[in-house]
C-alpha cells in the first residue's frame, strides 16, 4: 500500500468525490485536509456550485469526468459504496491514474475494480488500528514519502 500511496501524491493535482460543505462529514475533512497542505483540489459533488472553506471558495465540478486535468490528478472517494463503483469507472474513463478510497466508501467489488485497473489504488481494512487507510490518518506519511521518493530521484 505504500508504494500505491507514494504514486497517488506524485500527482500535482487532486479531487475529492464526495465533497461536503457540511463540517461534520468526512467529505468536508477530506477536503479540508488537502486545503490546509496547499494542494490543488477540486471538490467533485453535483449537489452545491461551490465550497467554502476559511476564505477559500473552491468551485465543484458534478462529476469526475469534468475534471479540467484527470491525467495529472490523483481522487479521493469518499461515496458510499453502492456509488463507489461508478465513481471509479467514470474515473478509469477520465483517465485518472491513483485513487484512495476512504474506510466505508467500497465494498469488494468496487476494490477488486480499483486495484484491477488503476496504477495506485488505495484501499482495504489495513492500515493504523484496522479501520482501513484513511488520508487523515496516514496521508502525511505517504505523503512525506511520496516527496522523499521524488527527490532521490532528481
Known amino acids: 500500500m505504500e508504494a500505491a500511496a507514494r504514486t497517488f501524491f506524485s500527482a500535482p493535482h487532486y479531487a475529492v468525490a464526495g465533497a461536503s460543505a457540511d463540517k461534520a462529514k468526512f467529505g468536508y475533512k477530506v477536503l479540508a485536509w488537502y486545503h490546509m497542505r496547499n494542494l490543488s483540489v477540486t471538490?467533485?459533488?453535483?449537489?452545491?456550485?461551490?465550497?467554502?472553506?476559511?476564505?477559500?471558495?473552491?468551485?465543484?465540478?458534478?462529476?469526475?469526468?469534468?475534471?479540467?486535468?484527470?491525467?495529472?490528478?490523483?481522487?479521493?472517494?469518499?461515496?458510499?459504496?453502492?456509488?463507489?463503483?461508478?465513481?471509479?469507472?467514470?474515473?478509469?474513463k477520465a483517465g485518472i491514474g491513483s485513487v484512495w478510497m476512504q474506510p466505508g466508501s467500497f465494498d469488494e467489488q468496487g476494490l477488486e475494480y480499483a486495484k484491477r485497473e488503476f496504477k495506485a489504488a488505495i484501499g482495504g481494512n489495513e492500515g493504523k488500528g484496522g479501520e482501513g487507510w484513511c488520508i487523515l490518518v496516514h496521508g502525511d506519511d505517504a505523503r512525506q514519502a511520496a516527496k522523499a521518493q521524488n527527490q532521490g530521484n532528481l
Open 43 to 92: 471538490p467533485v459533488t453535483p449537489s452545491r456550485p461551490s465550497i467554502k472553506l476559511s476564505a477559500t471558495e473552491y468551485s465543484t465540478v458534478s462529476s469526475v469526468a469534468e475534471l479540467p486535468s484527470p491525467s495529472e490528478t490523483s481522487l479521493s472517494i469518499i461515496t458510499q459504496p453502492h456509488i463507489t463503483l461508478n465513481v471509479l469507472q467514470e474515473a478509469k
